[in-house]
C-alpha cells in the first residue's frame, strides 16, 4: 500500500483516542525509541517527543524520526540502516509500540482515577497483515465494535499485547502496549486472551426463567 493511504487533514491538534489529551507540557522534549510496522516494513529509530505518543499520533501530523533501520516486518531479516527516511507517516503505520518512556508521568492517584472510568475488553482485532491480541480500555456503555467507527481518533492503546503476523508472534522487546491504527481494521473480535479466540459458549441449556437478554 503506498504511503499517504487515507490521509485528511481536519482533525483537531491533539486528540487523543479517550479524549483526554496531555498537556503539552506534562513531560520536556525527550528521545524515545520508535518501533513502529507498516504493511511491508518494521522501522525502528529515534523520535523527540514531548507528551503522550498517543497524543503525538492521533494529532496526524509527520513523525519526525532518525537513526531510522528497517526490515521485513516478520523477523526474517536484521535491521538495516534507512538513510533516505527521515519522517513517518501516521497514516502509514498500522501498529506502534509505545514503550513507558512514550507516555506522560502520572501519580499513583491519577492512573487509579483513569482506570475506573474506564472498561476492559479482552480482543482480536483485525489489521490485514497483522492480527493484535490484547485489552482496550473503553468508556462504560462503549462496545469495542465502535472502534471500527472512523472518528477524530486515529489509534486505539491495546495493553499486554500479542501481535501476529502470518501467524507468528513478533517480537515486541518487552513493550507492554501498542497503538493500533483504526483506519485499518477489518474487524474486531471479543476473545479468550490465552488463545486468542472468541469465548466458547457452555453445553447444556437455560434451566429456565427470565434471563439478562429478555430483562434488557
Not at 6 to 32: H, I, W, Y
Not at 169 to 188: M, P, Q
Request: no cysteine; hydrophobic share 35%; net charge negative.
Amino acid at each position: 500500500m503506498p504511503f499517504g493511504f487515507g490521509r485528511k487533514k481536519t482533525t483537531p491538534e491533539g486528540a487523543a483516542l479517550d479524549g483526554d489529551a496531555a498537556p503539552a507540557d506534562a513531560r520536556a522534549p525527550r528521545t524515545v525509541r520508535f518501533d513502529g510496522f507498516t504493511e511491508d516494513w518494521r522501522l525502528d529509530g529515534n523520535l523527540e517527543l514531548t507528551g503522550r505518543l498517543l497524543d503525538r499520533l492521533n494529532q496526524r501530523e509527520a513523525l519526525l524520526v532518525t537513526d531510522v533501520k528497517w526490515a521485513p516486518p516478520d523477523g526474517g531479516a536484521d535491521l538495516e540502516p534507512a538513510p533516505g527516511i527521515g519522517s513517518m507517516d501516521p497514516y502509514d503505520l498500522i501498529v506502534v509500540a509505545a514503550g513507558p518512556d512514550t507516555v506522560e508521568t502520572r501519580t499513583d492517584d491519577e492512573r487509579v482515577a483513569h482506570r475506573v472510568h474506564k472498561v476492559s475488553f479482552d480482543v482480536a482485532l483485525e489489521a490485514p497483515p497483522y492480527r493484535v491480541i490484547g485489552t482496550v480500555g473503553l468508556r462504560p456503555g462503549s462496545e469495542p465494535d465502535t472502534l471500527m467507527e472512523r472518528g477524530t481518533h486515529m489509534f486505539a492503546a491495546v495493553t499486554d499485547p500479542v501481535v501476529l503476523y502470518g501467524g507468528a508472534a513478533l517480537d515486541l522487546h518487552g513493550v507492554d502496549t501498542v497503538l493500533v491504527n483504526r483506519f485499518y481494521l477489518r474487524g474486531i473480535a471479543q476473545v479468550d486472551k490465552a488463545t486468542g479466540e472468541p469465548h466458547q459458549r457452555l453445553p447444556g441449556q437455560s434451566l429456565g426463567g427470565t434471563n439478562w437478554r429478555e430483562r434488557s
